[in-house]
């Protein structure tokens, strides 16, 4: 080939690559590199043979790729793969609009990830379209199974996977075991939550209940809501109706949930029980959260309802909440209502807030209290010092028509707070903060009105006093004058000393304290009883051994406090046990021992044992046993239960911990 040929052939390529990186535009451009590339001038169309397209963050390689610039498509064929970001699929054939920003993939093989998932959940589809944030798969199956012939998996006419959120599957069919063991007509689980739907009907036995059944059917009427419908019947209690239903709604940032349930239980009047919550963002500045809850006997006037809102207005320069709740209970004829606007603005260097608190509890043909709340504050930060200057009043709305008012309110009129930030004490490694408060205060339901200076000193920090030696510290000293001569100081402190006797052991003492003298006028000054406390603690920790120790003696009251002594052994999660014992020193008596266990009798079984045993009456406690084979992917369990005297299986996939299948028991 002469010169000018060659010359020809690469003009055309370089051509055929800047028409293909500005086809999108400057701002979206498209690469692609191939064995060869032809294009298709009057058809404005490039054929990549062997090639690989990049476009934004895809990543798109397959045996051919059609790019037809006039559609804004593109045909892939052949070994594609596809990679976003940290996501993937294979398949054998995909077109994909840019324009409309869809894909469609045939033959189709990919993973899902999600924190609702331990490790990952492969699929394939016959047929894969993703567009608008959801990707619909035709012919489905799906599995946890690592395997190239998984060991179990689910197949699923259609599913519809929402990127983080959950996955539905609709007329699926589970297959384990070599066979199909059972069929619905849909399901969905979630990637970012732990907590599942239930999944089929539940039946056992157990000494409390009797034989017992419970029906779930799950429901999923559009892509921003779905419920469960539960139905249950117990031999020796009787039976319960219960709808649960869910909105999820990202677009509108809303969600919610409501129960309802009727319990009909034998030997009484039926029961209905409501719960709810609602959330949503209105934007960047307004957010809304609210719940109630209702029940009532049929038949009965004992109604009890409550419910509770807030509603949060945020600007750069404005903070806004409202806060209220309502309580009414008919037996007995009582209602409370509360409302809390509390508001921060910020001045330029100086925050302005404000609280306003309604509140009415009345007791119907009795009396109705009312009374308003309201607070006033300006605070600034300059330098090391914060300052904030409050008022405070209350009105009494209904006159003293009811004098047992039931809010016990302190006027400030007003009060001066002038607080250090917290900083470190020299080079040490303490730290401090101190503060004062100036004010003059009105307690209503003693009527005292007087001044109050109120100083506070914070210290706290942790000393090495030697190698593997710390003593760490804490003091808070309050000291208060008041404007009719009494004065009234209240501290509390703790050390705690720690010393590593060798590479194993450890030693502890601690020692707490606290107390007051002096009188004051006002009952909000009132502090708990004194205190002083010792604590020891021991420990040994050598490999996977570790025992502890811990008790304390009670110097006020001359009690000590309970010995528990705790003996563990801990290679895994799998492999491990604990003992723990408590002794009572003052009476001289051991009170009681729990032993917890999870131990592997060989590579696919293992036991779990749990319970406990009271001295006193010599009775085992609390006992559970579990004998769990490991299936690789999922694990069958079966528990005995002695307090209730019951077994039952549970059937659980390792992806998904804590959803289990459950037969029998409680």
Request: aromatic letters at 14%; hydrophobic letters at 35%; proline letters at 2%.
């Amino acid at each position: 080939m002469n010169l000018a040929r060659w010359l020809g052939v690469v003009v055309t390529a370089l051509g055929i690559l800047v028409l293909c990186r500005f086809a999108f535009s400057s701002e979206k451009a498209i690469e692609l590199e191939g064995e060869r590339l032809i294009y298709l001038l009057k058809d404005e169309e490039v054929l990549v043979v062997s090639g690989k397209l990049t476009y934004e963050d895809i990543i798109l390689t397959a045996s051919e790729i059609r790019v037809f610039l006039r559609d804004e498509r593109l045909e892939a064929r052949g070994n594609v793969r596809v990679t976003r970001k940290d996501e993937g699929f294979t398949a054998e054939e995909v077109v994909y609009s840019w324009k409309e920003d869809w894909w469609r993939s045939k033959k189709v093989s990919s993973e899902i990830t999600g924190k609702g998932i331990e490790g990952k959940l492969f699929f394939r589809g016959e047929v894969v379209e993703e567009k608008d944030d959801t990707m619909t798969i035709e012919g489905a199956r799906l599995t946890s199974c690592d395997l190239s012939e998984p060991h179990y998996y689910i197949e699923a006419r259609r599913i519809v996977i929402y990127p983080n959120k959950k996955v539905v599957l609709y007329h699926l069919s589970y297959f384990d075991f070599g066979r199909r063991l059972f069929s619905l007509p849909s399901y969905a689980f979630f990637l970012n939550q732990k907590e599942q739907l239930p999944l089929l009907p539940m039946v056992g036995y157990s000494r409390a209940t009797g034989y017992y059944l419970t029906y779930y059917h799950n429901y999923f009427p559009n892509d921003t809501s779905f419920g469960t419908v539960e139905l249950s019947f117990w031999e020796k209690i009787g039976w319960k109706l219960s709808i649960t239903h869910y909105i999820d709604n990202e677009k509108k940032n809303e969600k919610g949930k409501i129960n309802v349930e009727y319990l009909d239980r034998k030997g009484a009047p039926p029961k209905v029980t409501a719960k709810g919550e609602y959330s949503r963002k209105f934007g960047k500045i307004l957010d809304l959260s609210s719940n109630f809850s209702y029940v009532q006997t049929v038949g009965e006037n004992d109604a009890v309802l409550s419910a509770q809102a807030l509603l949060t207005y945020t600007e750069k320069k404005l903070q806004s909440k409202l806060a209220t709740s309502y309580a009414e209970n008919l037996a007995q004829r009582s209602s409370a209502l509360s409302a809390t606007w509390t508001t921060s603005y910020d001045l330029g260097g100086i925050t302005a807030k404000t609280q306003v608190v309604f509140r009415e509890d009345a007791r119907f043909g009795a009396y109705t209290d009312k009374d308003l709340q309201y607070e006033v504050a300006l605070q600034k930060a300059s330098g090391k010092y914060t300052y904030t200057l409050r008022y405070t009043g209350h009105e009494d709305l209904e006159g003293d028509a009811y004098t047992g008012d039931f809010v016990r309110f302190v006027r400030k009129i007003p009060e001066l707070e002038v607080v250090r930030k917290k900083e470190r004490l020299g080079k040490s490694d303490f730290t401090w903060q101190a503060g004062v408060l100036l004010g003059h205060y009105a307690e209503e339901d003693t009527g005292v009105v007087d001044e109050r200076l109120h100083l506070f000193l914070d210290l706290k920090g942790k000393s090495t006093l030697a190698k593997g030696t710390t003593l760490a510290s804490k003091l808070r000293f309050e000291q208060n004058f008041y404007g009719n001569g009494f004065a009234r100081y209240v501290f509390s402190g703790s050390l705690a000393f720690e010393k590593q006797l060798s590479e194993a052991f450890g030693l502890s003492l601690s020692y707490n304290r606290a107390g007051y003298a002096g009188a004051t006028p006002f009952r909000f000054d009132y502090t708990t009883p004194k205190t002083e406390f010792l604590g020891l603690g021991v420990v040994y920790e050598e490999g996977p051994w570790s025992v502890r120790f811990e008790s304390g003696y009670d110097t006020l009251s001359g009690v000590f406090s309970e010995g528990v002594l705790k003996v563990s052994y801990e290679e895994s999660a799998a492999k491990s046990f604990e003992v723990r014992g408590s002794y009572d020193f003052n009476e001289g008596t051991f009170t009681g021992v729990v032993v917890e266990l999870a131990w592997p009798l060989s590579r696919e079984w293992h036991i779990g044992l749990s319970g406990g045993w009271d001295p006193v009456s010599g009775e085992l406690e609390a006992l559970r046993v579990r004998l769990t084979r490991d299936l690789h992917c999922r694990e069958i369990s079966l528990f005995y239960d002695r307090s209730q005297d019951t077994f039952w299986i549970e059937y659980g996939i390792k992806a998904f911990p804590g959803q289990t299948v459950r037969i029998g028991g409680e």
